[in-house]
């Protein structure tokens, strides 16, 4: 079977790839017919694995970081060698991580290399940028040519420019942004798009505490890097109710005695809430998936739920789980530390900075908020426990929601960001063993 070899291990992996659209490449060479989805669901029928364990990051854009991700990952689970054999002697894991371009979102962003008057990207290279991550057409790329030239000519500008304003409308308009409420799929369940309010939220970001550094969401591009954020919560959905669900569905149909667990980090928690529901949240798999791990999810903390924030709306997602799609454990993460999900996805998703959810020891819960922070929410039956050492027994039980307090072991790097992709310890390899035995 063609896999990827962890560094210093014999373990390996296979790896499939989705573009923007939510179409699997067909480039790879050791595929067949370019595709690697055919490759694997050939050998899978012939090997016969006993268990598959399937990864989707969230933020990590290209190729080799997500690589680098999932071989941290896994090996983090496999050096567990007590929870592996736990698993009997007839374990027999197909190991698979899938890519996809997704926006930067948390570490990478922050603090990077943002065009101002001083040095950083160039106006070709931040356009360039822009272009890629939200796969505009030539109409979306004059859009955002006008609001980079309206930064150019201001960067320090101390209200948004009314050419820039427009051209955020147009590029809104353009990308089909749309706000149905915080009872919405991912891409829809952000507060409606207001240039002016982004841009003012960006000013205050420079200087509010949790910001202290500037970089995310500063000056004219703030608005830019909302609407990018919109578009990544978008194309995660996307991908994972269509190619990958369907993916994972011939998977089940080619492995038919295997046991499936499915693993998320940020908005790749998205991608798998995105192949557990299907098309709209409304097909299923040929049958339930065994354990799912949801780990710093950068997805709404009502999008599990049967009512939203006390109202009686059902969460996106909630159909699936009363289904159930998954008939062992869901364990999600959740931590104070985490900037990116605690501080940078309620900015992005348009709430204000005066209603304290950027208060990480604030009990009232937001509308909008993700379940990285607060855990799944909305839910009567969610059991909140703390996480524990890499030796401890949970006890999972089939059917049931963990939201597992992780602040001990996850995004304790400090930072602007929090570490948001500090979850490679030995206790979040643990927690997925453990509820892969379940």
């Known amino acids: 079977m063609p896999h990827r070899?962890?560094?210093?291990s014999t373990t390996s992996y296979a790896l499939i790839a989705f573009d923007a659209d939510g179409n699997e490449r067909s480039d790879d060479p050791q595929g067949i017919g370019g595709k690697m989805s055919?490759?694997?669901?050939?050998?899978a029928a012939g090997d016969?694995?006993?268990?598959?364990?399937?990864?989707?990051?969230?933020?990590?854009?290209?190729?080799?970081?997500?690589?680098?991700q999932y071989n941290r990952w896994i090996k983090a689970m496999t050096d567990l060698t007590a929870d592996a054999?736990?698993?009997?002697?007839?374990?027999?894991?197909?190991?698979?991580?899938?890519?996809?371009?997704?926006?930067p979102f948390g570490d990478e962003e922050i603090g990077g290399a943002d065009f101002d008057a001083g040095g950083g990207l160039s106006p070709e290279e931040l356009k360039s940028?822009?272009?890629e991550r939200m796969d505009l057409d030539e109409a979306g790329a004059s859009a955002l040519e006008v609001v980079i030239r309206a930064h150019m000519k201001n960067a320090a500008a101390r209200e948004l420019p009314s050419e820039a304003r427009d051209a955020y409308r147009s590029l809104a308009t353009h990308l089909g942004y749309r706000s149905t409420g915080a009872s919405g799929p991912p891409g829809e369940d952000d507060a409606p798009f207001d240039p002016d309010g982004a841009f003012l939220?960006?000013?205050?970001?420079?200087?509010a505490p949790n910001f202290a550094g500037g970089g995310l969401v500063e000056g004219i591009l703030a608005p830019l890097r909302q609407l990018s954020y919109w578009t990544m919560k978008k194309r995660a959905r996307s991908i994972g109710e269509s190619g990958m669900h369907q993916f994972v569905s011939d998977l089940m149909k080619a492995a038919p005695s295997a046991r499936?667990?499915?693993?998320?980090?940020?908005?790749?928690?998205?991608?798998?809430?995105?192949?557990?529901?299907?098309k709209d949240g409304a097909e299923q798999l040929p049958r339930q998936v065994d354990s799912v791990a949801l780990i710093q999810g950068a997805v709404s903390l009502w999008a599990f739920g049967d009512s939203v924030k006390g109202k009686k709306q059902k969460g996106y997602f909630n159909p699936w789980v009363h289904r159930?799609?998954?008939?062992?454990?869901?364990?999600?993460?959740?931590?104070?530390?985490?900037?990116?999900?605690?501080?940078?996805?309620?900015?992005?998703?348009?709430?204000?900075?005066?209603?304290?959810?950027?208060?990480?020891?604030?009990?009232?819960?937001?509308?909008?908020?993700a379940i990285g922070k607060y855990g799944i929410r909305g839910l009567s039956g969610a059991v909140f426990r703390e996480m524990m050492e890499k030796t401890g027994a949970y006890g999972f039980e089939a059917g049931k929601i963990y939201n597992l307090e992780a602040s001990r072991f996850i995004a304790k790097g400090g930072g602007l960001s929090g570490a948001h992709s500090d979850i490679d310890g030995p206790e979040v390899a643990h927690a997925i063993w453990q509820a892969a035995l379940v």
């Open 5 to 8: 070899t962890i560094p210093d």
């Open 38 to 43: 055919a490759r694997i669901l050939q050998d």
């Open 48 to 68: 016969a694995p006993s268990h598959v364990f399937f990864f989707s990051h969230g933020w990590k854009g290209d190729v080799p970081a997500a690589i680098d």
């Open 85 to 103: 054999a736990a698993m009997g002697s007839g374990f027999k894991p197909l190991w698979i991580g899938l890519h996809w371009p997704s926006l």
């Open 129 to 131: 940028v822009y272009v």
């Open 201 to 207: 939220k960006g000013a205050a970001a420079a200087t």
């Open 260 to 278: 499936f667990h499915l693993m998320g980090h940020s908005f790749g928690t998205i991608v798998v809430a995105g192949i557990l529901g299907g």
């Open 324 to 369: 159930p799609a998954v008939r062992g454990p869901v364990v999600v993460s959740r931590s104070v530390h985490d900037r990116a999900v605690g501080t940078l996805y309620p900015w992005a998703s348009a709430v204000s900075f005066s209603d304290g959810s950027f208060d990480p020891d604030d009990e009232d819960l937001p509308l909008y908020g």
